[in-house]
């Protein structure tokens, strides 16, 4: 929980294919829908408002939404795009300043807490 929290994409997945392997993910919804609301969360990590040295997290910002772009590419995550819940986090990467944009208005407005 300590990577999620701190925004460690790379050491977070890590854990998650070392303790969850993707068999077990390609064979259940509900871990589908979750794995691609975790690489949402660390897609718009470094572009919400509460994470200090903004400016200094643009390149984090951008590689992570890189990486849910490409995630989207993949085959598991189209099983789930039928989520009437899910779906419209898949314009997510392709939509400039998703912070700004109303359609994901709800992303950056909830209050996060440590």
């Known amino acids: 929980m300590k990577q999620f929290d701190n925004g460690n994409r790379e050491e977070f997945f890590e854990l998650w294919s070392e303790?969850?392997?993707?068999?077990i993910i390609d064979n259940d919804q509900s871990l589908k829908s979750l794995e691609f609301l975790l690489y949402t969360h660390f897609a718009i990590y470094y572009l919400r408002s509460d994470i200090p040295s903004k400016i200094s997290n643009d390149r984090l910002a951008q590689e992570n939404m890189q990486v849910l772009k490409t995630y989207l590419e993949m085959i598991r995550s189209q099983s789930i795009s039928q989520t009437n819940e899910i779906l419209p986090l898949f314009a997510l990467p392709y939509v400039a300043?998703?912070?700004q944009h109303e359609s994901f208005r709800d992303l950056f407005s909830v209050c996060f807490e440590n």
């Open 19 to 23: 303790y969850i392997p993707s068999s």
């Open 97 to 99: 300043e998703p912070d």
